[in-house]
């Protein structure tokens, strides 16, 4: 087994505005990648004015922040790439579930494409979570008591709308509760069939979202991988969906079985390997990072700006 060293990083951006969250970007070397992510449409004239007008539809309390964000990065692309747009399409695994006032997840994923950061910000609101492609988020919480969190729904089909790690940035900097943002979420466009957990204090919901179906609501409180039964034998042998499935089903909100298989999987050179566990407590403003052996917890009441290493791939 191949192990990795990965460091995660903490940081506090404010309103985006002071230079924290684009020196931060600059180490990402967001221009070089910037290249493989924006879709050949999303470079051209048209592209970038067809995705405007749809962030403008869609996002438009979040323009200002768009436009101050996108001032701060010196590349012609950065107001098109920071819509999520025009993006191509991108896949991960991922297992979580939700109860309310809890929500608990597995992101897996390639090491080396994992922005690993945990971002503390007041764009609109107070919002903590994993940042992902700029300003996105794989998963998140704000101050409402409202969490989100999103999976890979397993089918290889795109259209046009959102990369979902924006829309998670919308619903958390928009929204109070499940309710409100699953009303948001049916008439945003995505781009890629992806699996939501939503949790408020009273009530937890997952939901399947895609570009060639309309919001479904899932059977139970947690997801995996896929969104439709049967799920082919191929998929199945490669990505353990239905197996990781019915094993947060039984194991319900539970850390330690998050850190151990067939939830915690380690195929890292296949670009599915568990990147790490997060336990959102959002009625009490808290999130809990977990690795196996170490953890890292961070709140709205003491949000810890830093670093930590962790060695991945060690069964």
Known sequence: MTHYVKTFHALEIGDGGDGRWAAHLRTMDLESRAENWLTEEGRTPEGAARARGLFEVHMPELVPVLDRLAAQVDAPWAGTLLTLAALRPFFSGCTQIGEPGALLRNYDFAPEDCEGTIVSSRLLRPVIGTQDA??????GMNDAGLAVS???GGRFVHGPGFALPLVLRCLLETCDTVDQAVDRLRSTPVAIPQNVTLVDPDRTLTVHVGPDIPL????????ANHQHQPVPDEQERFSRTQERLAAVRAAGIDVAAMLRPPL?????DQGLGTMYTAHYRPAEGRVTYHWPGKSWEQSFAR????????TLGRP
């Open 150 to 152: 999103l999976t890979f």
């Open 264 to 268: 915690y999987q380690y195929a890292y």
């Open 216 to 223: 479904t609501e899932a059977s139970g409180q947690c997801a």
């Open 134 to 139: 700029g300003w996105g988020l794989l998963d």
């Open 303 to 310: 949000f810890e700006p830093g670093a930590r290493t962790i």
